[in-house]
């Protein structure tokens, strides 16, 4: 019997319940371990690989089991550079799932790149170094995978998203056609992907960048021109904010094997539909210092070298021109050294990473320890958290390895006390704004608290895919900012009907600060309301909530909305679509949703149903946008979101009022009542006792801003600028339950 009718036999005696629960884990869940199996039919399988490894061209696979799922007409094939050797016993993998099936995927996911662990005895600097991107940027999510071989356990991988068309759709709000340039140069020795401008000739960039969509070379020429010769109008031709971020998170991790470093090598630039080109940060398996090389040529390297890495590296160096735009304006500069301080702050300077990496050591250990192909033994893998390791071979990744902790600690102690991370920056305090509750299609009234500083902006949006709109505030007595130079600042700005995304920097004459401090990657949220809302809605609904509308049970989407007003409100003619461009895709019958009334619309395409409103189009639970017009196309509310977990809903806390968040769902009725609130489950932030009578305390590394309501919607408690811990007696709050708002997570408190 052949190996795909041997796993086959295997899977119809397996219970479905457990291969239902196997697959339900996501393919990139950071705790715990995916299971790939692939089945070739040729017992020469790697000798072929090998062959075509040098072709670029798939090996057809008989099956390839994704968590207990099983796909035919797979290709796979080896990957890599320096990773990748004909005697390795374990190489680097890429599995294409849509080989053969154009629309074939698994969790979304057309493609499964898996790396072998070549470059890093400790086998976490990629999927750490991604974790900690992720806070600060859009990048690829990272885990670990174990790999079978026609039914033999071959390894250990780490597991990384593909920077594709989907990853662009995805994450940065670009149109899959739109340009991607994977930014990786031939020949590493001959300048590197560094963002110069060569000419106007598109051949002349063909030998340090690849062109991964269908576009032209177009795109590329005008941002390097502009990088190189018309430096302030380079917002609107690249998203800085991305491009500081990733400079600073190369410089704070060592990460060297990237544009900071020698070869100015492994990241992507992808336009996005605001005809910006987004830089993406790729590669990350010698972050850490795993990769020594400072500059080219013999010589650097050292331990020191790295630790002692300049915050300014590359400053005043023509062949690196995106650094030095960055540090030759002044602005950039310090949102740069700010991006740099909150890396430091949020992740060594508290030993968050060293926490981590002993977690993620402890997850595949096992793993690791039963490698028959690991490249490094098990003694080198558990000293490489914290020690140094000899390793064999030279280059780069050869040689003394350093110890990700012995090294960092060391790295996080001397940039705590360089000159660029101490100087003061402006301190920002107090958020409000006026009216209290923001109505649509009005003005609402920014006001900040801040001291020390000589220039602040409010940056400000209706829409993920948008840019920010930076407007200035005054601190001079003319934009309801109180008296003049009280350090009070403000600004007004004209709203729609979605909630307001926005942030606020501030600098002096020697640093720059913004709040929320993950900016322009986080941000603050200001509710828009008017009389009717989108107050809740669950795109996944498989076990939930039936809809028995049709004669028999079905489990259908639903969204619900709210009249917050004082009359009741006839929906005939209105309109729900979930495309901004086709807002009366489809309208409502004649229905009235009385004053504190719910309504709920089910979204199943179902035009047999004998009651209840249904609509004729379905919402994705990967993501997708709704919106709700009057008849004549006026929007008065929307909502986006991205990939939501089944059978929870996404609502507004304070009910009608707040900010949407994950929670049990509150099927028709006041979302108040929910009983928990879904909470990362890699958070820092901790609220204890629950339930409590006189005191809470609250530890979180830092919060911007705490807020807690109660489920009226009364305001409670607002707090500032919140580091380590804050201890809060609540002996006189009445008893009940209560929303506590982090910054952008959400718990739920009971007072007894």
Request: proline letters at 3%; a negative charge; one cysteine or more.
């Amino acid at each position: 019997m052949n190996c795909y009718l041997m796993r086959l036999t295997g899977l119809i005696l397996t219970s479905f319940s457990v291969i239902a629960n196997i697959n339900a884990q996501s393919i990139f869940d950071m705790d715990n371990i995916s299971n790939i199996e692939i089945y070739f039919s040729q017992n020469n399988w790697n000798e072929l690989m090998i062959d075509n490894y040098y072709i670029e061209e798939y090996l057809l696979a008989d099956s390839v089991i994704f968590n207990g799922m099983m796909k035919d007409s797979v290709g796979v094939k080896y990957k890599g550079n320096s990773t990748f050797s004909e005697s390795n016993d374990k190489n680097p993998l890429n599995i294409s799932i849509d080989y053969i099936k154009s629309n074939q995927d698994y969790q979304g996911h057309e493609t499964i790149k898996l790396s072998n662990g070549q470059k890093d005895p400790s086998f976490l600097r990629e999927a750490l170094s991604y974790e900690i991107a992720r806070k600060y940027m859009q990048a690829p999510r990272s885990n670990y995978a174990k790999v079978y071989i026609n039914g033999s356990y071959h390894g250990l991988y780490t597991n990384s998203e593909s920077v594709n068309s989907d990853f662009q759709n995805n994450y940065l709000y670009s149109d899959k056609d739109n340009t991607r340039i994977k930014c990786n140069p031939q020949n590493v020795f001959n300048g590197g992907s560094s963002l110069e401008y060569l000419g106007a000739d598109s051949s002349l960039y063909y030998d340090f960048y690849e062109m991964k969509s269908d576009a032209s070379w177009q795109d590329l020429i005008d941002l390097t021109n502009t990088i190189q010769n018309s430096a302030n109008n380079i917002e609107n031709s690249m998203d800085i904010d991305r491009a500081i971020w990733m400079s600073a998170f190369n410089n704070v991790l060592v990460n060297l094997d990237s544009y900071s470093g020698p070869f100015r090598q492994n990241y992507y630039l992808i336009k996005d539909d605001n005809n910006r080109m987004n830089t993406v940060i790729w590669d990350l398996n010698e972050c850490l210092g795993g990769f020594k090389m400072v500059n080219q040529g013999p010589g650097g390297g050292s331990q020191t070298d790295l630790t002692e890495l300049d915050p300014m590296l590359r400053e005043g160096d023509d062949d690196w021109p995106l650094l030095n735009l960055i540090y030759s304006n002044s602005t950039y500069r310090k949102m740069y050294v700010a991006h740099m301080r909150t890396i430091l702050n949020e992740n060594f300077a508290n030993d968050w990473y060293a926490e981590r990496g002993l977690e993620l050591q402890n997850l595949i250990k096992a793993g690791v320890q039963a490698d028959p192909n690991t490249p490094y033994n098990y003694d080198d893998f558990i000293a490489n958290l914290n020690n140094n390791v000899e390793v064999g071979g030279g280059g780069p990744g050869g040689g003394n390895v350093n110890g990700i902790i012995n090294l960092m600690n060391a790295r996080s102690e001397f940039l705590s006390t360089h000159v660029e991370l101490t100087k003061t920056p402006p301190t920002i305090s107090t958020i409000s704004t006026t009216p209290s509750v923001v109505s649509s299609y009005s003005t609402a009234n920014l006001i900040v608290n801040v001291e020390d500083a000589s220039y602040v902006y409010l940056a400000y949006r209706f829409r993920p895919q948008d840019r920010f709109v930076k407007v200035q505030m005054f601190d001079d007595a003319n934009h309801n900012d109180g008296a003049a130079n009280d350090g009070t600042y403000g600004v007004s700005v004209d709203v729609d009907a979605l909630d307001m995304q926005y942030y606020i920097y501030a600098e002096n004459s020697e640093a720059g600060i913004f709040s929320p401090e993950r900016a322009e990657h986080e941000y603050h949220n200001l509710p828009i309301v008017g009389s009717l809302v989108i107050n809740e809605f669950m795109a996944s609904n498989t076990s939930s909530v039936q809809d028995t509308s049709s004669g028999f049970v079905q489990y259908d989407d639903w969204v619900e909305l709210y009249n917050r007003g004082d009359i009741a409100i006839n929906l005939g003619g209105y309109h729900l679509s979930d495309n901004e461009n086709v807002l009366d895709k489809w309208t409502f019958p004649d229905v009235e949703i009385q004053a504190d009334e719910y309504l709920i619309v089910w979204l199943d395409k179902d035009d047999a149903a004998s009651s209840g409103i249904h609509t004729s189009f379905r919402l994705a639970a990967d993501g997708e946008e709704l919106f709700l017009s009057t008849a004549n196309n006026f929007i008065i509310d929307a909502l986006f979101y991205n990939s939501l977990p089944s059978d929870l809903g996404y609502a507004r806390l304070p009910n009608g009022k707040g900010p949407f968040v994950v929670q049990t769902h509150t099927f028709n009725a006041n979302n108040g009542l929910g009983t928990s609130i879904v909470e990362n489950i890699n958070s820092q932030l901790h609220l204890y006792p629950n339930p409590t009578s006189d005191n809470l305390t609250i530890q979180i590394p830092y919060a911007q801003r705490i807020k807690a309501y109660d489920l009226l919607g009364r305001e409670h408690l607002n707090l500032s600028h919140i580091r380590g811990s804050a201890n809060v007696n609540i002996s006189s709050w009445p008893k009940g339950i209560y929303i506590f708002l982090i910054d952008n997570e959400s718990r739920k408190i009971t007072i007894q």
